[in-house]
Each structure stands twice: as C-alpha cells, then as structure tokens.
C-alpha cells in the first residue's frame, strides 16, 4: 500500500521548503557548536550526510509514493548506522585520550600570591630591613620570574591582596610581552623579566622612554624534547641548525628517523627573544601556525604529548619547566655535554644562561630606586636563592 501525503502540489512545496529551510539552519548551527567545540574532523560530515538523508528522504515522501515498509527499514537502517557511527566517535576520542601523557596546563599564579594561606612563595630568615607602607611602586613581569617578585612583595609591602591577574594590582604578571609594553606606556613602575627584544628597544624609543636594566639574578635557557627521545645532548651549532631548518630530521643528531617539529614561542615572549639571541647571525625559520604555543605552559606540554608531538624539541627557562610546570614526560637535554642546573648556572660552565632584569622606564614613584637597591643586598638575593634561581651577587 503506498503512501499518501493529501496535499495539494503548492503546499507541498511550502512544506517543503519550511522544513529543509529548518534542516539546512539546524545543521549550519551545528557546524558552527562543532567547529568552537574543537570537533569538525567527525560531526560535520556526520551533520551534512545527515541533513541530506533527511532532505532527500522528506523529497520522496512529499512527491512520490513510498511503500510503508521500505520507510520503516530505510529509517531503522539510518538509525543503526547513526548509532553505530557515534559510538564510534565517542570510540575513537577515548583511545586518543588514552595515547595523551599530558593536558595542555600551564600554571596557577595564585600558588604563589604573597601573603595567601598556603602559598609557595619564598620567606626571609629573618623580617626584611627595608618595608615600602604607602605609594607602592606597580610590579609587573613574566611568568616564570612571578615567584622572585612576589617574594619580594611579601617582604616589602604592606600585608593585603595582591592579585596576580588584576592589571590594577600592586604586584602583577601579564608575561613578558605586555610587561614591556605597559613598562613604556607608564602603567607599571619596575618589571622583573628577561632582555627586551630588538622590538622592545624600537618601541621604547620612538616614544622616549629610555630603559633602564639592573641585572638581579641569572638563569638558564633550557631546550627539552620528548621523555622517550633518545637524543640527550646537543650542541648550539646543533640548536642553531634546527631552529634554522637546516637540520630537519633526529637522525641527523643522533636520534632516530624521524623529522623534527621544533616548537617556537610568540614574538617578544622572554624566551622567543632569547631563542632570536641565541641564533645571532643564523636566520631563524618561520614555524608553522600550529607549532607556534601560546605560552611557557603549552609548549611544555605540547612537546610531552607522545601521540601528536614525540618528535618535538621547545625551550623555557630551567626553574620555570622544572617547578613551576612539573612534566615528568620532557627531558632537558645537556647542551654542549653540560646539563642545565644551578651549579652549572653558577659556575657558568653551562653555555646558556644569562641574567634576568629588573627594568625601569622613567617611573616618578619615590620608592623604585630605593626597592631596586634592596633587591641587590643579601636580603634580595637570599629571595632570589630561595625562589629556585641564581642570584647575581
């Protein structure tokens, strides 16, 4: 017995067109949550062959005669592959997961807020000789140096709270880049972080503002790969010629045949500048979107990952990839036969550390001199020390 949809040609193609008009947005709507979600490899296929199916089988059903019983299988068979296709999705995403050794984390600056209960900050022996009550100078700087600042702000200031990620905060950190960048427009006072870029002195003197750079504490530049990397040790030629492009494969340096993803950090990030420093005259190559992190945390974890990323090398700071971003799945590799720690920092044996800054810009606060002067005497350095870096004295 066929069946019969009683309606008239002209409101069938009313129909018709209402209701594909409701698939065909459905699904757009569909596409957009997929692609935001992080899902397009599976859903938009699965929502465009669906939405098809529905249309051509809404065609059939409003202008010719489909037998009940071919209906009922045609629709039991699309169930079952529908079913059978996202079970298998949900398959597939839980075995990736499982190949995953890490998450894309970077870190909790609240861990180590001053004065908090719990935080991990580093304390003096004895109360600090020097205290700042009123007209607080604005500290700013990176990521990985917010541990040695915040000590100093909980010897220094007056006890309340102190936000990490409030711009308007008397002790903040909005990495290095924006750092330097509030530093010149005169919305911070002094700023903790590494040597500016050759952009950063550009800016800085377009707009007259001279940077002032007291060393306070050094630090090594350290590059890791994968755990289940048998490459232990390169040297800077070696670094300069896969950050170069001209050494693309880890057989070439001892490992095996694979090819080498070499992560990069954004423009005028701390480290990204001192990977530029480390490269002098050598070009440095243009990496793909992809492998471009966004921060110290997601190239640490982006390097880890052994299903996307074993062939991975990136680079941070030693303490940073050491304490603040704890990954038992990275290596660091010695550079030159020499590991990256504190003795090989001290006695400058390892090849590349260098000093970290505090740095000014012409601040009228009273007391900046005065808190850069402090963080250069036994006391400062003792902070220094304890925060996990080498101080400079």
């Known amino acids: 017995m066929a069946m019969n949809l009683n309606m008239n040609m002209?409101?069938?193609?009313?129909?018709?067109?209402?209701?594909?008009?409701?698939?065909?947005?459905?699904?757009?709507?569909?596409?957009?949550?997929?692609?935001?979600?992080?899902?397009?490899?599976?859903?938009?296929?699965?929502?465009?062959?669906?939405?098809?199916?529905?249309?051509?089988?809404?065609?059939?059903?409003?202008?010719?005669?489909?037998?009940?019983?071919?209906?009922?299988?045609?629709?039991?068979?699309?169930?079952?592959?529908?079913?059978?296709?996202?079970?298998?999705?949900?398959?597939?995403?839980?075995?990736?997961?499982?190949?995953?050794?890490?998450?894309?984390?970077?870190?909790?600056?609240?861990?180590?807020?001053?004065?908090?209960?719990?935080?991990?900050?580093?304390?003096?022996?004895?109360?600090?000789?020097?205290?700042?009550?009123?007209?607080?100078?604005?500290?700013?700087?990176?990521?990985?140096?917010?541990?040695v600042y915040a000590a100093f702000a909980q010897a220094l200031y007056p006890e309340k709270e102190y936000d990490p990620y409030e711009y308007q905060s008397e002790v903040a950190s909005t990495q290095t880049d924006v750092a330097y960048e509030r530093l010149i427009n005169g919305d911070t006072d002094v700023i903790f972080v590494a040597g500016p870029s050759e952009s950063q002195v550009m800016h800085s003197e377009r707009v007259n503002r001279e940077l002032n750079l007291t060393p306070i504490g050094r630090e090594a530049f350290v590059f890791f790969v994968n755990s289940e990397n048998p490459v232990d040790s390169l040297t800077v030629e070696e670094i300069q010629g896969i950050y170069s492009g001209e050494i693309t494969n880890w057989s070439e340096v001892g490992g095996e045949d694979e090819s080498i993803r070499a992560f990069q950090r954004s423009a005028d990030s701390g480290s990204q500048t001192a990977l530029e420093n480390l490269m002098g005259s050598t070009p440095l190559m243009d990496p793909p979107t992809e492998d471009v992190a966004s921060g110290m945390g997601g190239i640490i974890s982006d390097t880890a990952d052994y299903h996307n990323y074993s062939n991975a090398i990136g680079y941070s700071f030693r303490y940073f990839s050491t304490e603040m971003v704890q990954n038992g799945d990275i290596k660091h590799i010695e550079i030159e036969g020499v590991y990256p720690d504190k003795d090989s920092i001290r006695n400058e044996t390892y090849p590349i550390a260098a000093e970290f800054y505090a740095v000014t810009a012409g601040s009228d606060n009273p007391h900046v001199d005065d808190l850069i002067d402090w963080v250069l005497t036994s006391e400062g350095q003792e902070l220094i020390e304890k925060s996990g870096y080498v101080p400079i004295n």
Not at 94 to 112: E, F, H, P, Q, W
């Open 10 to 147: 002209g409101v069938k193609i009313v129909y018709f067109i209402f209701f594909t008009g409701l698939i065909v947005s459905g699904g757009f709507f569909g596409i957009v949550v997929a692609t935001l979600a992080g899902e397009p490899t599976f859903y938009i296929p699965f929502i465009v062959v669906t939405g098809a199916s529905v249309i051509a089988f809404m065609f059939l059903a409003f202008f010719t005669a489909i037998k009940k019983r071919t209906m009922t299988i045609s629709a039991a068979v699309f169930s079952c592959l529908a079913a059978i296709a996202l079970v298998g999705n949900w398959g597939y995403n839980a075995y990736i997961d499982s190949l995953k050794m890490v998450t894309n984390r970077g870190v909790d600056l609240y861990d180590y807020q001053p004065f908090e209960e719990g935080t991990k900050v580093a304390t003096l022996e004895n109360e600090s000789s020097f205290h700042i009550e009123d007209e607080l100078p604005m500290m700013d700087g990176a990521t990985a140096l917010y541990p």
